[in-house]
């Protein structure tokens, strides 16, 4: 898998993608409508970046960024195998894997600044972002999204696109540069290997899904496997409290059948493996047992990765 996301014209993207899939993309370029790949290095810089185009005929035309509009560069490339291992050496970050090929520099205008933030504007946001990037689940494109929108007050629209662009990316670099200092495994990469662990074993396990508790109950059997025995989810909002430095709630169960006596103790077993789960992994929790109260997994350092 490739430390990458690839983002297609079409539209989907793909995430850590296998170097097959890469190389069917590459050689599915050409058509209207399907004419360039983008990747970005996950957790990476928003201003480093490769891409190619190709309009099926001729040469690939492969450009990649690295870091301002003042490193972007451009080569051409004569097969769709040159470009697939190109791609490869670049997601790797192989030592000299642009070598054999005549980079040319493109002159790229800089961007015009944004119009600056009133003080106390720009201050509130850049608390709402830190909070967000410290969750770890929006990728650059949601977060900008997020940022615009934060503030709205009706008509009144305080942040516009580009000055939510430019906050975003700054406090993203900040992010990217902490998390280079972070050693061994985080408590968010434990929690998830717990959530795999109780897919395996017949229990849908979703990490920040749906808003609050009361919208994931209604959703998440339309979103578990078919033969699923039971259920366990934090919400976007608990996911955001422990970012914060909270406990962890985890809402859990077994799928209702309107029997309430067996569906109260298939949700006290589903509970169980939860807990057995989190144990495995090292994670501490606090739970009485009983099926009306949530499973606490307290004492976290949440050092969640960003992601896109």
Known sequence: MLPVRVQTEPGPSHERPALRLLSG???????????????????????????VWSDGEGDYQVEHRAGSHLLHFQAYAASADEVVEL????????????????????????AAPAETLPPAVEAELESAVRSWLRCGYD????????????????????????????????LWRERVAEQAGWTGESDPERLGR??????????????????????????????GEEDARGFVFFHAQAAQGAADGGD??????????????????????????????LGAVGLVWVWDGFARDAIRVTGMEWRKALVG
């Not at 490869?88 to 090929?101: C, P, T």
């Not at 109780?198 to 979703?206: F, V």
Request: include cysteine.
């Open 194 to 223: 717990a959530f795999a662990a109780l897919g395996a074993a017949g229990i849908t396990a979703r990490e920040n899904f749906a808003c609050c508790r009361g919208c994931g109950l209604a959703e998440i059997r339309a979103e």
């Open 248 to 277: 962890l709630y985890l809402h859990y169960g077994g799928f209702a059948t309107g029997d309430d006596e067996a569906d109260a103790a298939r949700t006290v077993g589903v509970g169980r493996e939860v807990v057995a789960a």
């Open 87 to 110: 791609m490869a050496l670049w997601s790797r970050q192989e030592k000299d894997w642009d070598l054999g090929f005549a980079w040319e520099r493109l002159d790229f205008p800089a």
């Open 139 to 170: 990728d650059r494109a949601t977060l900008i999204e997020r940022a615009e929108e934060h503030l709205v007050d009706g008509d009144v629209r305080p942040v516009s696109r580009a000055q939510a662009e430019e906050l975003v990316a700054r």
């Open 25 to 51: 993309l590459v050689r599915g370029l050409g058509p209207a409508g399907n004419r360039f790949l983008v990747l970005e290095r996950i957790q990476g810089d928003p201003d480093v970046y490769f891409q």
